[in-house]
């Protein structure tokens, strides 16, 4: 049962404390609450970024998709009990510093309500680590790009289903969907999975053993190194652009833990230059 959507964002993303000094000397501009326009959306960049992404400038296609790898590919890496600290700086609740928002909920709670209980915060894989079979292993398994603390009830009902419209929805999470085969999150982070999905896909090529990671237009892809659906990660991605929270969060992921960042952030563009 399929339905499209075409609301913005509802809740309005802040500036973490771990990224402060950084967005006061260049804070972004704030995104318009009018619907995206479905040729590619944009953001801002600020001027250490362009010097960053300089490398891909001028390029479309797979010669884009390949210099965005050598770019991103190179960072630090987390163990994955360092990513319950990590997360708890990348995902702050700008308005209550001692709580993160959960992704699929928009809940606020306590950063150090994490777990495995019910009514606790996990460590949710955007790309499902059983879709390339990384599991939780330093790498693939512990970026930070992809990792969002999510509700151990709402994590588990998502499971490792791919994307899509439609579905019943979730009991305890408003605005979410889901299906024997796929899971649709809410209007307000639609545009976060998608450019999640397609960071996954460029940082992760097959060249440094893990599996060459892909998005592609179906459901229920398994073990299989495939995440779906494109076509409905780039509506998604069209109706739902960078707000300052997730511009904010790829500050401090690059700034702080990383070193690397994702493109489709600073350059909606990129989106429809690639696929």
């Keep these: 049962m399929s339905r499209s959507r075409a609301s913005r964002r509802s809740v309005a993303g802040g500036i973490g404390l771990a990224a402060a000094a950084l967005l006061a000397v260049a804070a972004p501009v704030p995104v318009s609450a009018a619907p995206a326009p479905a040729d590619a959306p944009t953001a801002p960049v600020s001027a250490a970024s362009e010097d960053y992404y300089a490398p891909a400038q001028g390029k479309t296609g797979e010669a884009l998709k390949a210099a965005l790898h050598d770019i991103i590919d190179n960072q630090t890496k987390l163990s994955y ?136 237009d179906r459901v229920g892809n398994g073990s299989a190194p495939y995440h779906g659906r494109l076509d409905v990660l780039k509506q998604w991605h069209r109706q739902d652009p960078p707000d300052s ?23 909606p563009e990129w989106v429809e230059a690639i696929w």
């Design 245 to 267: 929270f997730e511009r904010n969060r790829n500050e401090v992921i690059h700034r702080h833990y990383q070193h690397n960042r994702n493109p489709f952030i600073d350059h």
């Design 81 to 216: 009990r360092q990513v319950w600290d990590a997360l708890g700086d990348t995902d702050e609740d700008p308005a209550n510093p001692d709580n993160v928002i959960l992704l699929y909920t928009g809940r606020s709670q306590a950063k150090s309500e994490h777990g495995g209980n019910l009514g606790d915060w996990n460590r949710e894989h955007v790309w499902a680590k059983s879709h390339g079979d990384f599991g939780t292993v330093t790498g693939p398994g512990t970026d930070l790009h992809h990792l969002r603390p999510t509700d151990v009830r709402i994590n588990s009902i998502r499971g490792n289903k791919d994307f899509d419209n439609g579905g019943d929805p979730v009991s305890g999470a408003p605005g979410n969907h889901t299906d024997g085969d796929s899971f649709e999150p809410r209007d307000a982070v639609k545009g976060d999975v998608a450019r999640m999905i397609l960071y996954m896909a460029v940082r992760y090529e097959g060249d440094d053993g893990f599996a060459d990671l892909e998005p592609n």
